[in-house]
């Protein structure tokens, strides 16, 4: 995980033994994370310059720029130049008293600074108040994550098997534009070799996945061909991408699957997501890339969804999701994974669940001609039967459904939309922030 970098500044004829009482709280609500910092407050240029020369070699996905006190632009000046793209936070504290002594005068600090950032074009945010104000602490672990997140796209890949089915053109991406936006590089494979490497595996490399399989599935023939095709898939990935460094899949599914390979996908996908390796079917990268954003967001990288949006209904106002598989994690346990076949091909192995209810942040990356914007709404997955055969959810939402789905609609939006347990609105929002790009919150 790559660094924070804190960086105190402070003008010593202002009062700055209380500023660096300040200074060490903050310090201490950053100890929470990876930071890189100063043992005190820099009080010159100088200092500040000899400070960063010693860290420049360190890798910092953002910098908390904290005007303890007035400092002119001359300070963020330097920290532009040795970090011209690095995403920064400007803080101030408030001034402790009134009448007598204006013991910071921070606020014309932080103004000044926002001022030169600007005119560099240089990101910033920024946020006056004190370490044990509730909203600056947010402010500052909102920064954080999204600065981490940002960074951690920047150095990943997805992994890319074969192309879209006829008609699916949403699912491909430039993979110029991604890389430019995200920084993610995409990692191809052809489907008809996976098909042959996975065939090939021994039964020492897929046991694990079909042991894993039999402990989800209410009725898994373990002994079925298709089943047995299906893990090897699943072990095959989970090589590639170790080998290979890929941190989500998009690949191929019908009709290549059924086709030519012999088993359904929806169990393959299945079991890839409940294993941390996010896969968008259909062979769509934007999908792929919605899962694994909306997986690290999480605490412990919870398992995420990816469903059609299907139907609506007005009486409940809500939208169905569905798709033919989802993660054993999302399903509800009280009616459990089924091991059924595809609804429309009629083969196994394809999961029968329905979501679990709980609240739920639903979320898209969405391109076209105007490039690129995120693109959520939250609600609330209800606690209902399975909608149909496959894996399908009915999902609450507070705004009028009709005209939720009527605006996407028209907004050209993808069927495609990734889902993850919990509320996640706000933290997609500072995302977008970093990366410069556009944002559409349903609330």
């Known amino acids: 995980m790559n660094k924070i970098l804190y960086l105190p500044v402070v003008r010593r004829k202002f009062d700055a033994k209380t500023a660096e009482t300040i200074r060490g709280q903050l310090s201490e609500l950053l100890s929470a ?112 994550k999204a600065c981490l997140l940002k960074d951690k796209i920047a150095n990943s890949k997805i992994g890319v098997v074969g192309t879209f089915p006829p008609g699916f053109f949403f699912s491909d991406a430039d993979a110029v534009k991604l890389k430019a936006t995200f920084g993610i590089t995409l990692k191809h494979y052809e489907i008809d070799e996976a098909f042959i490497a996975a065939d090939a595996l021994q039964e020492a490399i897929y046991k694990k996945e079909l042991d894993y399989a039999a402990e989800h599935y209410q009725n898994l023939d373990i002994n079925g061909k298709e089943t047995i095709k299906f893990v090897k898939f699943v072990a095959l990935m989970k090589q590639w991408a170790k080998r290979d460094g890929f941190s989500a899949l998009a690949s191929r599914c019908w009709p290549d699957f059924f086709d030519k390979y012999g088993c359904a996908p929806g169990a393959v996908w299945t079991q890839l997501d409940n294993e941390q390796l996010p896969t968008a079917m259909e062979c769509d990268i934007h999908g792929a890339l919605s899962m694994y954003i909306l997986q690290e967001l999480t605490p412990n990288k919870a398992a995420t969804y990816l469903g059609d949006l299907s139907s609506l ?106 889902l993850v347990y919990g509320d996640y609105v706000e933290d997609i929002a500072n995302l977008a922030k970093l990366l410069n790009i556009k944002c559409e919150i349903v609330d």
């Not at 720029?65 to 632009?73: E, R, Y």
């Not at 169905?320 to 009616?335: F, Q």
């Not at 089924?338 to 091909?345: I, M």
């Open 33 to 144: 994370y990876d930071v890189i910092e100063p043992t005190e407050a820099l009080g010159d240029p100088t200092e500040l310059a000899s400070f960063l020369s010693q860290v420049q070699e360190q890798d910092f996905a953002g910098i908390i720029f904290h005007n303890t006190t007035f400092t002119d632009a001359e300070f963020v000046k330097l920290v532009h130049r040795y970090y011209p793209e690095k995403p920064i936070l400007l803080l101030a504290p408030r001034e402790p008293s009134v009448h007598g002594w204006l013991h910071f005068n921070s606020l014309t600090g932080i103004v000044s600074s926002a001022n030169y950032l600007h005119t560099q074009k240089h990101y910033f945010q920024h946020i006056y108040g004190n370490p044990d104000e509730i909203f600056v602490q947010k402010k500052i672990q909102g920064f954080v």
């Open 313 to 418: 209904d007005e009486e409940d106002n809500t939208i169905t999701m569905w798709h033919d598989y989802g993660a054993y994690d999302v399903a509800n346990p009280k009616y459990g994974i089924k091991a059924g076949v595809h609804p429309n091909r009629k083969m196994p192995v394809s999961p029968d669940a329905v979501l679990k209810p709980g609240k739920v942040t639903v979320m898209r990356v969405h391109y076209d001609t105007d490039g690129y914007k995120l693109v959520a709404f939250k609600g609330r997955a209800l606690d209902v039967e399975p909608q149909y055969n496959g894996f399908s959810g009915k999902i609450q939402l507070k705004q009028p459904v009709d005209k939720v789905v009527d605006n996407f609609i028209e907004s050209g939006y993808e069927s495609h939309f990734a």
